[in-house]
């Protein structure tokens, strides 16, 4: 079967119609409705020389055996956010499969290709991300956290995943299908404004942004609106104000992609007639350059101390969660660019801020790489996510190019 995109296309759009309602796609992990967008995907598939299992963590295999047992995974991720797009990581999926027919008429590979449906990537019902990705990478450590989880109507996390086949406490067993991985590559919506401001379909992704998040706390006096004059004030706010707007001097010194965010300020007493004593300000920051992602932190504790002796005030912060970059592997990230290029005449290496199941992967040692295309508007978790038919099917006809490089290379190893 040659390689047929909007195919791709037209498969996307009957499993939005399948699995989505008016408010957008409905496909939550552990859900019905994953399950039956999973029932769906297999139907696609039949009729293909592959084999299929599901590992411990639920993830789902299948498998085009190749002369060698040495495999590249193409992944995504079928389930999505309540009220989410037709896109984001069905996408991914869908491409894989077209793939997959257009490899399986050429005979035996080289090498095995297998394509894997994560899951749980969203972790939009029991708020943990990546679920099926971290059991097999083995960097899943928190299932004592896992176990108390609950939804929003009580079900714990490990009722739910019996009712689809999988056991908390053995989900790491899925550790043994990365054994004999020599590549994984994902094609995903970017799911921000870059190459549409650029005028771009496709991009090659460097790899994923470290995060640091941190709680800054400014302490002032509280003092009566009407009584204080304004130079004998220790208002807390004005210190949080001031950080708040030095963020921007910080990232453009730092630059190559820098951003940080004050996403919240809350104020006590919080009263519209007296100076604030408390602002506990939340930060995020995320680079994908961990010495510049540590210079970033360096330059807002300083920041903090002058801010702080301007207004006299007292300033606490405290690390809430933190990430480091994760690197896609260079020589991937260049047959990315050349599949991008052979397919859309143009390519743009960018790094990605939100996290990616091909982080875990690649943490896990197994060289990856991911390709972006074009998000219209940027809008991603919304049922306005889109991207054009056209870039659909260059993006389709990039990782069709780049598994094709990805095998040569590979096999010749
Ligand atoms: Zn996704």
């Given at each position: 079967?040659?390689?047929?995109?909007?195919r791709?296309?037209?498969?996307?759009?009957?499993?939005?119609?399948?699995?989505?309602?008016?408010?957008?796609?409905?496909?939550v992990?552990?859900?019905?409705?994953?399950?039956?967008?999973?029932?769906?995907?297999?139907?696609?598939l039949?009729?293909?020389?592959?084999a299929?299992?599901?590992?411990?963590?639920?993830?789902?295999?299948?498998?085009?055996?190749?002369?060698?047992?040495?495999?590249?995974?193409?992944?995504?991720?079928?389930?999505?956010?309540?009220?989410?797009g037709?896109?984001?990581?069905?996408?991914?999926?869908?491409?894989?499969?077209?793939?997959?027919?257009?490899?399986?008429?050429?005979?035996?590979?080289?090498?095995?290709?297998?394509?894997?449906?994560?899951?749980?990537?969203?972790?939009?019902?029991?708020?943990?991300?990546?679920?099926?990705?971290s059991?097999?990478?083995?960097?899943?450590?928190?299932?004592?956290?896992?176990?108390?989880?609950?939804?929003?109507?009580?079900?714990?996390?490990?009722?739910?995943?019996?009712?689809?086949?999988?056991?908390?406490?053995?989900?790491?067993?899925?550790?043994?299908?990365l054994?004999?991985a020599?590549?994984?590559?994902?094609?995903h919506?970017?799911?921000?404004?870059?190459?549409?401001?650029?005028?771009?379909?496709?991009?090659?992704?460097?790899?994923?942004?470290?995060?640091?998040?941190?709680?800054i706390?400014?302490?002032g006096?509280?003092?009566?609106?009407?009584?204080?004059?304004?130079?004998?004030?220790?208002?807390?706010?004005?210190?949080?104000?001031?950080?708040a707007?030095?963020?921007?001097?910080?990232?453009?010194?730092?630059?190559?992609?820098?951003?940080?965010?004050?996403?919240?300020?809350?104020?006590?007493?919080?009263?519209?007639?007296?100076?604030?004593?408390?602002?506990?300000?939340?930060?995020?920051?995320?680079?994908?350059?961990?010495?510049?992602?540590?210079?970033?932190?360096?330059q807002?504790?300083?920041a903090?101390?002058?801010?702080?002796?301007?207004?006299?005030?007292?300033?606490?912060?405290e690390?809430?969660w933190?990430?480091?970059?994760?690197?896609?592997?260079?020589?991937?990230i260049?047959?990315?660019?050349?599949?991008?290029?052979?397919?859309a005449?143009?390519?743009?290496?960018?790094p990605?801020?939100?996290?990616?199941?091909?982080?875990?992967?690649?943490?896990?040692?197994?060289?990856t790489v991911?390709?972006?295309?074009?998000?219209?508007?940027?809008?991603?978790?919304?049922?306005?996510?889109?991207?054009?038919?056209?870039?659909?099917e260059?993006?389709?006809?990039?990782?069709?190019?780049?598994?094709?490089?990805?095998?040569?290379?590979?096999?010749?190893?």
């Amino acid at each position: 079967m040659p390689l047929d995109p909007s195919r791709t296309v037209s498969e996307l759009r009957e499993l939005a119609d399948l699995t989505g309602d008016a408010n957008g796609a409905q496909r939550v992990a552990w859900t019905s409705t994953w399950a039956k967008a999973k029932d769906w995907l297999g139907t696609t598939l039949e009729g293909l020389p592959l084999a299929y299992e599901v590992d411990a963590a639920g993830n789902e295999w299948w498998t085009l055996r190749g002369d060698s047992d040495r495999a590249v995974l193409l992944g995504g991720h079928i389930d999505s956010v309540p009220n989410g797009g037709w896109l984001d990581g069905c996408l991914n999926v869908l491409a894989a499969v077209e793939v997959l027919r257009r490899l399986a008429e050429g005979g035996t590979p080289p090498l095995s290709v297998r394509l894997v449906n994560w899951a749980d990537e969203e972790g939009a019902r029991f708020g943990r991300s990546l679920f099926g990705s971290s059991a097999a990478a083995g960097s899943m450590a928190d299932q004592d956290e896992l176990r108390q989880l609950r939804d929003a109507d009580g079900v714990a996390l490990p009722d739910a995943l019996r009712e689809h086949g999988v056991e908390l406490d053995r989900a790491l067993e899925a550790r043994s299908q990365l054994e004999g991985a020599v590549a994984y590559l994902e094609l995903h919506i970017e799911q921000g404004p870059v190459l549409e401001s650029l005028g771009l379909p496709l991009g090659a992704v460097l790899g994923t942004f470290g995060v640091e998040r941190h709680r800054i706390t400014w302490r002032g006096q509280a003092a009566h609106a009407g009584s204080t004059p304004m130079d004998q004030r220790r208002d807390a706010l004005a210190g949080a104000a001031k950080l708040a707007l030095e963020l921007r001097e910080i990232a453009a010194r730092v630059g190559d992609g820098a951003v940080l965010t004050s996403g919240g300020v809350t104020c006590r007493p919080g009263i519209v007639t007296s100076v604030v004593e408390t602002a506990e300000q939340l930060l995020d920051m995320r680079h994908l350059d961990a010495a510049k992602l540590a210079s970033m932190w360096d330059q807002v504790r300083d920041a903090c101390e002058r801010f702080a002796a301007e207004e006299r005030l007292e300033v606490e912060h405290e690390r809430i969660w933190q990430i480091e970059p994760i690197l896609f592997d260079e020589t991937l990230i260049g047959f990315a660019d050349e599949a991008n290029r052979e397919a859309a005449g143009t390519s743009h290496r960018l790094p990605s801020g939100p996290l990616h199941d091909a982080a875990e992967v690649a943490r896990a040692g197994v060289p990856t790489v991911m390709l972006f295309v074009q998000s219209l508007r940027g809008l991603s978790h919304t049922k306005l996510e889109d991207t054009k038919p056209e870039h659909l099917e260059l993006a389709v006809r990039a990782l069709d190019a780049l598994a094709s490089k990805t095998l040569a290379w590979a096999s010749s190893r």
